[in-house]
Structure formats: C-alpha cells, structure tokens
C-alpha cells in the first residue's frame, strides 16, 4: 500500500498558485519526499523531492512540514498544460526499491 | 539527449502469445524498474534491477519476465501466464541514492 494520502482531484483557476497536500504520517528518519505528474498516456515527470527543508526549483516548490509527517507541493502560476494526475511517494535515501505510487490528485487547471 | 526510450509505443497481441517490451537508457543508471499501470489506477512495481545480471520481483511479478545483460537495456517478456496483460507499461531508471527516477513514454499492450 502507498504510505501517503492524497485528496483525488482539485480544481485551480490559470494563473493563480495551486497547492496539492500530501500527508505521510509514517514517515521514516530516513525517508525522502518526491513529487511526479502525469499527462494522459505519458510516464511520469519528476518535479521535486525533499527530506527536511523546503525546496524550490524552476518547476515549484515543496513545503514539508516541521514533523515532516505532512507536505505541500505549490504550482506558483499554475497554466492548463500543469493539468495532471500528481503523485506524491516517500521513499528510503540510498535505496534502489520500490518506489510505491498511489492514485495521486487530478489537478484540473481552468481558464 | 539522454533519456529513456521505450518501444514500441503500442503493440497489440492474440492471447497465448509472449511479447517483449523494449526499454533502453543512455543515462548510465545503474538502476531499472518496470511499472504496470492499469486506467485510474498508480503505478505497481513488476521487476526491478540494481545492477547487470541482477534484478528482484516486485509486487506483482507473476507472469512476466526480464533480463539485465547490460547497463543500459532492460527488456520485459509478457508470457502467456499473466491472466491481465492488456495495460499501460512503464520504464524507468535511476542512478544510486535518493535521486529520482526517470521515466520513459510508456508501452501501451492490448491482447485479445
């Protein structure tokens, strides 16, 4: 079973932020946070990972909570082409296994 | 560019009959996976591979076959045994540590 919950969809007008929670209460110490999307009959895009601090890159930011048992994935600007299914997986640092995927947030962008 | 490339796109097959799906990496990943995706549904791990001539099953590796004679190629046999095959299949490839896994576009199986 996937060790984290995610709400199945979500609606965010164009232009303004979208954030998609995330919650992992049993998180380990050792366990990172990564975030993928997936366009229709694509494999999944990376998009950020993170253990303890937040983290921004060119694509959006990841808010991960003090207790680490929660986090947020922000779209600053969402567009329509940001509309996906966005899946959020903890996985162990410096293990090639499994990497457990759930049913993810359909995050529908309207004009 | 690198990447992973996956082919072919679509392939369809009778029942009873083995296919192999491609997927080659000029990444240098020393680490592939094969995911099987089923309509409004995650990813479930098939096989994966650490290194050449070394992999272990995942969750649902009934049915299927792979081999890792090289680095960069990662092939999956759909047998007959598998009861469901007609779905969305994923490869994917990443280098040690926790860095992320790249995927490829897919291969869409139909059997009839």
């Known amino acids: 079973d996937a060790k984290t919950t995610q709400p199945p969809s979500m609606d965010c007008a164009e232009g303004r932020a979208a954030n998609l929670p995330c919650n992992h209460s049993?998180?380990?110490?050792?366990?990172?946070v990564y975030w993928y999307r997936q366009i229709h009959s694509q494999g999944p895009q990376y998009i950020i990972h993170?253990?303890?601090n937040n983290e921004t890159n060119e694509m959006a930011s990841l808010i991960i909570t003090e207790d680490r048992k929660s986090s947020t994935l922000i779209l600053p600007h969402a567009t329509l082409r940001d509309t996906a299914v966005y899946y959020c997986?903890?996985?162990?640092?410096?293990?090639?296994?499994?990497?457990?995927f759930g049913k993810g947030t359909k995050l529908s962008v309207k004009p | 560019d690198g990447g992973i490339t996956q082919s072919p796109k679509y392939l369809f097959r009778k029942e009873g009959q083995n296919v192999t799906l491609s997927c080659e990496q000029n990444?240098?990943?020393?680490?592939m996976y094969w995911y099987r995706q089923d309509p409004g549904q995650g990813l479930r791990l098939i096989y994966y591979?650490?290194?050449?001539?070394?992999?272990q099953k995942g969750d649902i590796a009934e049915g299927y076959s792979v081999s890792r004679e090289k680095k960069e190629s990662f092939p999956l046999t759909v047998t007959s045994a598998q009861k469901n095959p007609t779905a969305f299949y994923l490869c994917?490839?990443?280098?040690?540590?926790?860095?992320?896994?790249?995927f490829g576009n897919g291969t869409r199986l139909t059997v009839t």
């Open positions: 994917a490839s990443s280098i040690y540590g926790e860095k992320p896994l790249h």
């Open positions: 049993t998180i380990s110490g050792n366990e990172y």
């Open positions: 993170g253990l303890k």
């Open positions: 997986i903890v996985r162990e640092g410096g293990s090639q296994g499994n990497l457990i």
């Open positions: 990444l240098n990943h020393d680490a």
């Open positions: 591979s650490q290194i050449v001539n070394d992999f």
